[in-house]
């Protein structure tokens, strides 16, 4: 699964919440990385702005591991190149 | 000095569901919602469009030439004041004016004016800000303009607590009047909430609802937002019987607490804990408790999490006390819902007829307490709580007690 797009999203991910980039697999629960409900919403938001895609209530609400997240990102942006301008990872 | 019974002989209040106490209750007992789509604000590019605004509002009706001086919020609490006092018939002597408090909440202040301040600053680039900015936008103003008007010199004060600020408020004027350091007090919060800036940041953080406000219901997708004012007169029993004032009700404890955890999750404890000490504030025991206004927001997390809270408190008596959010109807004012709330408690005990949660589409197992759906209860209830539960973890829990004549 290391496409462009799950690689960036693990990137962004290990940025938000400061943890090594190493320690995160595509299996891992949200809560075991201790990502709450609010870290979710703030990483969410990240990855709307690095993939300019808008995350909808409900599905930001059902997300509960990494590879939810990437799933997400992944239908609503497809294999579009991630924005530049976004923050690095 | 001993403590003195604080009893509730005035109520003022507008928001989504009118302009005044009559029209309010009316719109409450009816179960009759004020949400619907977003007027003042284009919303198109919001993920939600409904809020529960103050409709058919003329500023120049309550204010003519002077309301530029008040932000939308400020009037709120200026005009629900106006109503309270009046409608408790007292009368404000030099020497109660010393001795009267005015304590209002507030979450966020003069926002409109600060959004449009902004606008005009980084948008348009015009370099300066209106000169009122400031007297506008600053919490206090409501309790200010309230004492400029009334003339009253004694304590006042805003809190700041998120969505328990007037709760926290009341409870304050409830203690000041009870410990006998004043006599009378104004008491309640207000908010207008309806910026676009403002709106932006509730969208972020991802809890209004896409549809409605349906606390407590299965398929229940979050809070929606509201505006409005609402404020109650406070005094001692004894004074209130010695002039004939009507008497509401009476204000019997206020308990509160610190989640001291997260700063958005509710926790079952902090909430727990705040009933017991409004209970114990009040000398109540929970089986004296027949009817909670609940902190009812309509998100997912906070019901489930509200339910279990009550049953840790009240135990088997959970199943026998009524519960009902009625921010299912005025919406959820931050800084002013404990006041909006607190006028639906006081109007629950005095009228016997408890208000309902409008919009409720079905029952939600883990909110399996006895909620009052639709229509209002008619029920003579001895006690009720009135919960407000806050972002930041900030609890604050109202106890009223009928008053009987």
């Given at each position: 699964m290391s496409d462009p797009v799950?690689?960036?999203?693990?990137?962004?991910?290990?940025?938000?919440?400061?943890?090594?980039?190493?320690?995160?697999?595509?299996?891992?629960?949200?809560?075991?990385?201790?990502?709450?409900?609010?870290?979710?919403?703030?990483?969410?938001?990240?990855?709307?702005?690095?993939?300019?895609?808008?995350?909808?209530?409900?599905?930001a609400r059902s997300v509960r591991s990494?590879?939810?997240?990437?799933?997400?990102?992944?239908?609503?942006?497809?294999?579009?190149?991630?924005?530049?301008?976004?923050?690095?990872? | 000095m001993t403590a003195r019974r604080?009893?509730?002989?005035?109520?003022?209040?507008?928001?989504?569901?009118?302009?005044?106490?009559?029209?309010?209750?009316?719109?409450?007992?009816?179960?009759?919602?004020?949400?619907?789509?977003?007027?003042?604000?284009?919303?198109?590019?919001?993920?939600?469009?409904?809020?529960?605004?103050?409709?058919?509002?003329?500023?120049?009706?309550?204010?003519?030439?002077?309301?530029?001086?008040?932000?939308?919020?400020?009037?709120?609490?200026?005009?629900?004041?106006?109503?309270?006092?009046?409608?408790?018939?007292v009368t404000l002597t030099p020497e109660l004016r010393e001795n009267t408090a005015v304590v209002s909440g507030s979450c966020v202040g003069g926002q409109s004016t600060q959004d449009a301040g902004f606008v005009e600053l980084y948008r348009q680039e015009r370099g300066r800000?209106?000169?009122?900015?400031?007297?506008?936008?600053?919490a206090n103003a409501g309790a200010s303009h309230i004492s400029v008007e009334f003339g009253t010199t004694g304590p006042a004060f805003t809190i700041s607590t998120a969505c328990s600020s007037?709760?926290?408020?009341?409870?304050?004027?409830?203690?000041?009047?009870?410990?006998?350091?004043?006599?009378?007090?104004?008491?309640?919060?207000?908010?207008?909430?309806?910026?676009?800036?403002?709106?932006?940041?509730?969208?972020?953080?991802?809890?209004?609802?896409?549809?409605?406000?349906?606390?407590f219901s299965r398929d229940r997708r979050g809070m929606i937002l509201g505006e409005g004012g609402a404020m109650l007169v406070l005094e001692p029993l004894e004074r209130a019987e010695a002039r004939g004032a009507r008497i509401y009700g009476e204000i019997v404890g206020l308990g509160m607490s610190s989640d001291a955890g997260h700063i958005t999750q509710p926790s079952v404890e902090g909430p727990a804990r705040a009933m017991r000490a409004a209970l114990r504030d009040a000398q109540l025991h929970p089986e004296q408790v027949g009817y909670i206004n609940a902190h009812g927001t309509g998100t997912p997390g906070n019901?489930?999490?509200?339910?279990?809270?009550?049953?840790?408190?009240?135990?088997?008596?959970?199943?026998?006390?009524?519960?009902?959010?009625?921010?299912?109807?005025?919406?959820?004012?931050?800084?002013?819902?404990?006041?909006?709330?607190?006028?639906?408690?006081?109007?629950?005990l005095h009228q016997g007829l408890?208000?309902?949660?409008?919009?409720?589409?079905?029952?939600?197992?883990?909110?399996d307490l006895d909620i009052i759906t639709h229509r209002a209860r008619a029920a003579q209830v001895e006690c009720a709580l009135s919960n407000s539960f806050a972002f930041g973890g900030l609890n604050a829990v109202l106890a009223l007690r009928t008053h009987l004549r």
């Open positions: 799950s690689e960036k999203v693990l990137a962004i991910l290990a940025s938000v919440k400061r943890i090594p980039r190493d320690k995160i697999s595509i299996d891992t629960p949200l809560q075991a990385l201790g990502i709450d409900s609010l870290d979710t919403i703030v990483l969410l938001s990240e990855l709307e702005k690095a993939f300019r895609i808008a995350i909808s209530d409900d599905d990494v590879r939810d997240v990437v799933e997400e990102v992944r239908k609503l942006a497809g294999d579009v190149s991630v924005d530049s301008t976004a923050p690095a990872a | 604080v009893v509730v002989t005035g109520l003022g209040v507008i928001c989504a569901l009118g302009h005044n106490l009559a029209e309010v209750w009316c719109a409450l007992r009816a179960g009759r919602s004020g949400i619907g789509p977003i007027r003042s604000l284009d919303v198109s590019n919001l993920r939600f469009q409904n809020g529960a605004e103050v409709r058919e509002y003329d500023t120049g009706k309550h204010f003519g030439s002077g309301a530029d001086l008040l932000d939308r919020f400020a009037q709120f609490a200026l005009i629900s004041a106006r109503e309270a006092v009046a409608d408790s018939g800000v209106h000169p009122l900015t400031i007297p506008r936008t600053m007037a709760n926290h408020a009341i409870g304050q004027a409830f203690r000041m009047v009870r410990s006998g350091e004043v006599d009378l007090a104004i008491a309640g919060g207000s908010e207008a909430p309806f910026s676009m800036g403002l709106l932006k940041a509730w969208e972020a953080i991802r809890v209004i609802a896409p549809d409605t406000c349906r606390p019901d489930p999490t509200e339910t279990r809270a009550i049953r840790e408190v009240f135990g088997a008596h959970a199943d026998r006390l009524a519960v009902s959010s009625t921010k299912s109807m005025h919406g959820h004012a931050l800084g002013a819902a404990g006041a909006l709330e607190a006028v639906a408690t006081v109007m629950a408890l208000p309902p949660t409008a919009n409720f589409i079905g029952p939600d197992p883990e909110c």
